[in-house]
Every structure is written in structure tokens, then in C-alpha cells.
């Protein structure tokens, strides 16, 4: 299975302040994504991190508040701008490989007060 | 918009028994994703299915996929308390996007 590491893992951080979050897959990760969990819901996906160029954003979600990064295969961040209370959730970093299995990172949980 | 539901939202069951988690989706999808979640955890990928008829098992969980009902299911025989959990089935939209179940919470008694 692929590999996924984030950091941090959790953070507690005053509204209006902003945090990134950095996500290293392995090698056999051919697409990235970053997806929010809020207490007790399920899973949406944010955007899809692009290698070199700009994040594709999904509904509801804009890059002036959560501009993310794609350097190279297998690293991105997001950040999480302007924080307010609202913004505390569980953030995942998650890989497909080319077997079409999707794999995710441990999570970065966020406590805005 | 692709929209996908699980039922039952909560299930609690006695060691032993056999139970089947129901996955409907909305629209056409060509890949089918199951997931376990445990309290604090990240999400453990359990089945990956592709095609229509497909089924996949591993030890008490079976997974099947029929694409012309837009249903998945996921059975677990003879449960065990191990397989307590929070699982979540999500459908693919396009080639990039995976659309959630709300996730059906699993309590196994002894």
C-alpha cells in the first residue's frame, strides 16, 4: 500500500491566523488530493493538488482560503487561511495509485478557537 | 450530482451474526471504494471494486458491486468485536473525485 505522512497531526490555532499542512506520499502515487472531515460527517474533497500548476478546486471551496501547492509528485501543503471556528476538521491528504486504489494520510486534526 | 447514501447510518450487532451495509449511488460510476474508519483513525482502505459483478473478500468482509442497480453492498459473517468501526463506501464522479457515503457506524457486542 502507498504511503502517506502529514504534519502536523494537530494543532490548536487563534481565528484569523492561517496553517499549513504538508503531505508526502511515496513514489507509486500518480494523483493527489486534500478532502476535510468535520466532526462526525463524512469526507469532501477540498481540490486536487496539480504538479506545477494551479489546484482544481471543487464547489463551495476557493484558493484564496485554501491555497494549496504541488511542487513535485510527491509532496503538496495546504493552507488554511483566515481561520475561523468553522474551519475546525480533520484534513486528509490522500494518493491514488495506478491501480486505481486510493489511499489516505493520517489526518491533521484542527481546533480553531 | 452524483449522490450517495448508506444505510443503516448505525448498527449494533451481537458476535456471530451476519449483516449486510448498503451502498446506493445515483449515477453512473465505473469504480466503487469501501473504507474503515476506527475512533481518531484515518481511513484504511478495505475494497476497491471496478466493474459490475465484481466481489472481493477478505477474512469476515465481502464486497460486491452491481453497477446496472447502483448498489454495493458490504456483508460481514460471523462477526467479531475487532470489526467495530465506522465504514464508508464513496463512488467515484469523473476521474478525480470520490463522493462519500455518510457512513454507517458499527457496534459489535459480545
Known amino acids: 500500500s502507498a504511503v502517506i505522512s502529514q504534519k502536523p497531526s494537530r494543532d490548536i490555532c487563534q481565528r484569523g491566523t492561517s496553517l499549513t499542512i504538508q503531505c508526502q506520499v511515496d513514489?507509486?502515487?500518480?494523483?493527489m488530493f486534500w478532502y476535510r472531515q468535520q466532526p462526525g460527517q463524512s469526507l469532501t474533497l477540498i481540490a486536487t493538488?496539480?504538479?506545477?500548476?494551479?489546484?482544481?478546486?471543487e464547489s463551495g471551496f476557493v484558493i484564496d482560503k485554501f491555497p494549496i501547492s504541488r511542487p513535485n509528485l510527491t509532496f503538496s501543503t495546504l493552507t488554511v487561511s483566515n481561520m475561523s471556528p468553522e474551519d475546525s476538521s480533520i484534513y486528509l491528504c490522500?494518493?491514488?495509485?495506478?491501480?486505481?486504489?486510493?489511499?489516505f494520510g493520517p489526518g491533521t486534526r484542527l481546533l480553531v478557537l | 450530482e452524483l449522490k450517495v447514501e448508506q444505510n443503516p447510518l448505525f448498527l449494533s450487532m451481537q458476535e456471530g451474526k451476519n449483516y449486510t451495509i448498503y451502498c446506493n449511488y445515483s449515477?453512473?460510476?465505473?469504480?466503487l471504494y469501501w473504507y474503515r474508519q476506527d475512533p481518531g483513525k484515518s481511513l484504511e482502505s478495505l475494497f476497491v471494486?471496478?466493474?459490475?459483478?465484481a466481489v472481493k473478500q477478505e477474512g469476515r468482509l465481502m464486497a460486491s458491486l452491481d453497477t446496472k442497480a447502483r448498489l454495493s453492498t458490504l456483508h460481514i459473517t460471523a462477526a467479531v468485536h475487532d470489526l467495530s468501526a465506522t465504514y464508508f463506501c464513496a463512488v467515484a464522479q469523473g476521474a478525480q473525485k470520490l463522493v462519500f457515503g455518510q457512513g454507517t457506524r458499527l457496534t459489535i457486542n459480545p
Open positions: 449515477t453512473t460510476s465505473d469504480r
Open positions: 513514489s507509486q502515487v500518480t494523483m
Open positions: 493538488a496539480n504538479q506545477g500548476s494551479e489546484a482544481t478546486y
Open positions: 490522500s494518493g491514488r495509485t495506478g491501480e486505481e486504489t486510493q489511499y
Open positions: 471494486l471496478l466493474s459490475n459483478g
